[in-house]
Every structure is written in C-alpha cells, then in structure tokens.
C-alpha cells in the first residue's frame, strides 16, 4: 500500500488509537455506526465517510475519489466488502492505506481482529496422502491426470494403491510418470513384490511394512509406514519401531484407525499409547475406515480426526474417496489441517477461525434484524425487488410491497399484485431462483445474499469473482419486448439523488464535505442491485 504523502492526512502521534476511516453509503451508514460504537476506543478511532449514494457497494472508485474526504489524523481507509473500487488506486490517491472490508457490517470486530487474534490460515504440519485406489486398473495416463488433480486439491503424496489378486504392470511406469510432474508418490500393497517394484522405481514411501516384511525397509531409500501385524497387536508394532530407531532410519508409524463398532475408540486409545509410548516419532493416521465406512457428512468426521492428529502431533494422514459422501475429502481434511494448526498455535479452541468447516449451518447466520430490513424496506423507492433473509423468515420488498414469509413459492400472490410476472418469464425465474436460495438459506441458517451463491465451506468451490468490476446483469424488473423503454423509464443513476457528501465520527456532528458536482451517468442503471451500463441491461 502507499504511504501517506507530505499533502495527505498526517498520521497520529506514535501509541495514540489507530484511526480507521470506513467509507459507505447512505442505506448502511445507521448500522456501521452501532457496530463501530462498539470497538474499544483505547484501540481505534473512527470516522465514516458517506459518499451521499444510497448503496455502498455500487459505489465506483471515481465515486469514491470525487465525493469523499479523508480527516485529518485517518491512518487506515477501510471500503465495504462488496464495494468494487481498487484499494491500491485509492490508496495512491489518498496518501493511506486503502483495503477491503469484510461483506457483512456485523463481521466487521471479527475482520478487525477483536476475538482475540489475526486468522492466519496460510500454515500447517500435516502431510496429505491420497489415495488412488484402483490404480493398477487405469492407465498410466489416466493415473498422472488423477495425481496432479489430486495435488490441485491439497494433497501433498499421491499414494498408488494395489489391489489384492490384481496384477499391476505398469507400476514402475506409473511411479516414474508421477514423480517426472514433481509429485511424491506412495505405494500401498499388501504385495512385497509390488512394494520393492514401487522402491526401485523411485517412490518415496511405502504402505505399510508391519515386523515380518521389515526387512524390505533397509534394501531401499523409501520411507516405511508401520503397522501392527494385526490392529490389536500393539507390541508387534513396538518391535518394529524398535529396529528401525536401532537402525537410524527414517519411518513413519500408523496403529491403524479402525470402523465404528469394529474396533474405533480401541484403537483411538492406540494411537494416544504409542504417542505416549513413542513421543519424538512419525506418525501417520488413515483415516479412511471412519470417513468412507460412516454415512454422515464427511467435513465434521475429518475435522475431529484431524482434531485428533493435531493433539497427538500425528503429521501424516492417508485419505481415501471412493463414496460419493466423501468427494470432498481432500479439500476438507486441507481445509481442518489449517484451522487447526491456527488454533493449536494460538493455544485456543478451534472457533473463529473462519467458515471453512461449516457447510449446513452458519455461526452468524442472519446480518440484519427484521426491524432493520424494514427500514431498509421503507427507503426503497423503485420497482427491483430486494431479498433479505432475518430470524422471522424471507423477506421480499420494492416501493410497492414488502412480503415475508418462509415458502418460496407462496409469494408468488404477492409479487404478481405488484408485477406482471406471469408474462415477464425472465424475472419470475429469477425471483423463484433467488427465493428458493434464500429459502433453504433460511431452513438451514446459512447467509444469503442477493446475487451471491451460498457459501458451503471446504465441501464445494466458492466463485471466484473480480472485486473491482462489477458483475454482468441478469434478469431484473423488466423483460421482453418492451424491455429497454420500461427499463430506461425506471431506472435509477447510482447517484441519482445522492445526498451531500458527510464525514462523522462518534465525537462529532455530520458536516458536509466540498465538492465539485458533475453530471451522474445518466446511462448506467441498478439491475437486480448492480450497476450495469445500458449496454449491458
């Protein structure tokens, strides 16, 4: 970000609170100031610096530089998560640094840092071995294209998993195909002549050698995962441990996870004794047997496994997807690798640190109270409907009507009073789509917001969106024929209206900021909540 230049705002005196300037509009404005009232003013002092336009997220960064002042003393700007102007243009322009906000005025403490600590999910300790388990059935092709998708989705070793009473001729071309793409590779067979095959190759490590076939593990560089030579044969494991720390030589040790109801919180009791047992050593947990052989959503399974791996200091985690349920796996087990190496690095409970392992329900899941959609709802005062989602229910609202009610279909008496939707097939299927959103938004307690796709956490991929450009218009208001001649009739420039600039702050009075006026963009128009050109509508 730029520095403050010799004509911007001058920063405070060293140790005094840090002065955050949140830029907004008009619709928003009474509820960021209740929120900013709240933060510690040891901390931070703030200003808010309306623009005079009604929505803060259509506010453009010419908008912004126009009609906006900074006072004096400001250290930070800080702009509404869904506003698409450029920070970086901006903080040339202001002499300060500029950055965007979180999207809901309610995370904005949380955004600042007041639970506590600052989210960092950038780290982990826990290495990913995937799994590919029928791989001595695909091609050498087919299994570098599966590898490398794999390693896209988190997973740091792509395991070559051998099948009983099935040859695998092509493992050596596999093994070298994977790792000329820079990729570690394990093989994982109950063959001793498929594990020595996979060895010479070049593979890096080897599932599993259990006391018997040890002696594989010094005629080769790849590292051995250990196993008991059976699951409840924890002192077969002890013995094997013991000859390679004799030997000096790397390995890794897995007491193996087993089933619910064959043997799970057993062998949760092995894993904690050979960590008590073995302190300094590798370990590795598959935690395949809970995650496939349970029929529950995999993201809370993995998460409390994972959980475990990081009280255990267990650094290894073979994963497996073959169920339909667990398409996800390894975006979910990367995803709890992270929240929880935060949470055990800053000595806390694993809350807080983002949505990524929430998927069904949301923490925070309603940004508005009913009261404050209504007086949103009273303000509005064109004919593109706006969809909200509160405790009470859906809320729907234009000039003409504000609805609430938790059926999305049964709306549709309502809005077709206000709107001609039985002949405006455009709009009609994008309130039914938008309204079936916020209606299982509301059943489950997720965030909606307009326009914007549910977020479902690590089980599915969030868009990945511009911020600084607006998006592309979709069906609003009006459609059909006559579409362009109804739609230039009611539309509404960003600024149309806009009221005088104004910069507050908790310990003074609004005041009207200079300005030089110019001509709003008597072309451009909010469709379904967006500013979009007329070419575009």
């Known amino acids: 970000m730029s520095t403050p230049t010799p004509s911007g705002p001058v920063p405070p005196a060293q140790g005094s609170p840090e002065h955050l300037v949140f830029i907004t509009g008009r619709m928003a404005k009474a509820r960021l ?12 002092a703030w200003s808010i610096a309306d623009a005079g336009v009604k929505v803060a997220a259509l506010m453009t960064e010419e908008i912004i530089r126009r009609r906006v002042t900074i006072p004096e003393g400001a250290t930070r700007i800080v702009l509404p998560g869904r506003c698409r102007a450029n920070p970086e243009a901006l903080a040339a322009h202001f002499g300060l640094p500029v950055e965007r906000g979180p999207d809901e005025i309610v995370d904005l403490p949380a955004y600042l840092g007041l639970a506590g600590r600052q989210v960092d999910l950038s780290r982990h300790d826990l290495r990913i071995f995937s799994e590919i388990v029928d791989a001595s059935k695909m091609t050498p092709e087919q299994i570098l294209a599966k590898g490398l998708d794999l390693a896209r989705r988190g997973a740091d070793v ?3 998993g051998g099948l009983p009473d099935t040859d695998f001729p092509h493992l050596e071309d596999c093994v070298r195909l994977l790792k000329g793409a820079g990729l570690k590779v394990s093989v994982d067979s109950f063959s001793l002549d498929e594990l020595t095959r996979g060895a010479r190759a070049g593979a890096d490590y080897l599932l599993s050698l259990n006391e018997q076939t040890l002696d594989l593990a010094f005629e080769t560089d790849a590292v051995p995962v250990l196993v008991p030579v059976r699951p409840d044969d924890l002192p077969s494991l002890d013995r094997a441990i013991e ?5 000096g030589r790397p390995y890794m040790a897995d007491p193996i996870l087993e089933p619910i109801h064959f043997g799970f919180v057993e062998s949760i009791t092995r894993y904690h004794e050979t960590r008590r047992r073995w302190p300094g050593i590798e370990m590795m947990m598959g935690t395949g047997n809970l995650t496939e052989l349970t029929e529950a959503d995999s993201l809370g399974v993995t998460a409390l496994l994972v959980g475990m791996c ?29 929240v ?30 009913p009261d404050e959609i209504a007086m949103q709802a009273a303000e509005v ?4 409907y706006r969809i909200a989602v509160a405790e009470d229910g859906i809320h729907v609202f234009n000039r003409d009507v504000h609805a609430i009610g938790t059926d999305a279909m049964a709306f549709f008496p309502d809005l077709q009073r206000t709107g001609d939707l039985a002949s405006d097939g455009a709009h009609a299927f994008y309130l039914g789509g938008e309204l079936t959103k916020a209606e299982t938004a509301w059943r489950l307690g997720k965030r909606y917001v307009q326009d914007e796709a549910l977020a479902w956490g690590a089980a599915a991929d969030a868009e990945v969106e511009d911020t600084t450009a607006f998006k592309k218009a979709g069906h609003t208001k009006h459609s059909g024929p006559s579409a362009a001649e109804t739609a230039a009739r009611d539309a509404t420039p960003v600024e149309a209206g806009a009221a005088s600039p104004e910069t507050t702050g908790p310990d003074r009075t609004p005041a009207a900021d200079a300005v030089s006026e110019t001509p709003p963009d008597a072309d451009a128009r909010i469709v379904c909540g967006k500013l979009v050109p007329a070419d575009e509508a």
């Open 33 to 44: 100031e209740k929120v900013a009232a709240t933060l510690p003013p040891e901390r931070y």
């Open 158 to 160: 792509i395991d070559l």
């Open 243 to 247: 000859r390679m720390e004799k030997a």
């Open 310 to 338: 990081s009280e255990l200091a267990i650094r290894n985690v073979l994963i497996v997807q073959v169920s339909n349920h667990t398409r996800r796996t390894v975006e979910e087990h990367d995803a709890a690798r992270r």
């Open 340 to 369: 929880m190496f935060a949470a055990r690095a800053d000595s806390a409970l694993p809350k807080g640190y983002g949505r990524s392992l929430l998927a069904l329900h949301d923490k925070r899941p309603y940004v508005q109270t």
């Open 381 to 384: 005062k064109d004919p593109n």
